[in-house]
T-cell receptor
Framework: DQQVKQNSPSLSVQEGRISILNCDYT??????FLWYKKYPAEGPTFLIS?????DKNEDGRFTVFLNKSAKHLSLHIVPSQPGDSAVYFC?????????????FGKGTSLLVTP | DAGITQSPRYKITETGRQVTLMCHQT?????MFWYRQDLGHGLRLIYY???????DKGEVPDGYVVSRSKTENFPLTLESATRSQTSVYFC?????????????FGPGTRLTVL
């Protein structure tokens, strides 16, 4: 069963606008969340993370929001640039028992058009 | 800062053959992980290792064997390859960040089993 869900397989946004990627999770034991970006033929690249004790974390154009009561997080990219076109994975940490391994969503393919 | 390297990058093999995928990291991180990425599944954990000589199963370990005699190397072996093991394999290590941590991934090995 998929514990981390990215329900939008794809998203298209115009350059300069905001991109919002969404992620839902079912396991209330998740305590740390990450977003990764992946280009074709490359490994996932870490973007930004957030601990469950926070509700927002910013890093330049990227902001992650966490709503624990709704078990929902989102990644905002402002402004979007063509180089942001990639697949974005949401991931959640399960805890010590699994070696802090990550549960990944299936990914959302973002296309930023000029 | 070489990071994580994987070899080979591409491999074609036949059903029943033994295949070993190599992973090497230059950071001396304790935790290392193997994931596979398949269409419709995102990334799924195969095995992880907390340190040299300490390994444990992940979500999809069947048909795979790992070893970790040195901190920097974490090879993954398919003892008798099957077509269902055709996938892209990613190795990762866990790295501390300011106030948090993330997994950093290698470039991946695309394996085709005929």
């Amino acid at each position: 069963d998929q514990q981390v869900k990215q329900n939008s397989p794809s998203l298209s946004v115009q350059e300069g606008r905001i991109s919002i990627l969404n992620c839902d999770y079912t396991n209330s034991m998740f305590d740390y969340f990450l977003w990764y970006k992946k280009y074709p033929a490359e490994g996932p690249t870490f973007l930004i993370s957030i601990s469950s004790i926070k509700d927002k974390n910013e890093d330049g154009r990227f902001t992650v929001f966490l709503n624990k009561s709704a078990k929902h997080l989102s990644l905002h990219i402002v402004p979007s640039q063509p180089g942001d076109s990639a697949v974005y994975f949401c991931a959640a940490r399960e805890g010590r028992n699994s070696g802090y391994a990550l549960n990944f969503g299936k990914g959302t393919s973002l296309l930023v058009t000029p | 800062d070489a990071g994580i390297t994987q070899s080979p990058r591409y491999k074609i093999t036949e059903t029943g053959r033994q295949v070993t995928l190599m992973c090497h990291q230059t950071w001396s991180h304790s935790y290392m992980f193997w994931y596979r990425q398949d269409l419709g599944h995102g990334l799924r954990l195969i095995y992880y290792s907390a340190a040299a000589d300490i390994t444990d199963k992940g979500e999809v370990p069947d048909g795979y064997v790992v070893s970790r005699s040195k901190t920097e190397n974490f090879p993954l072996t398919l003892e008798s390859a099957t077509r269902s093991q055709t996938s892209v394999y990613f190795c990762a290590s866990r790295r501390a960040l300011n106030g948090g941590w993330a997994q950093y991934f290698g470039p991946g090995t695309r394996l085709t089993v005929l």
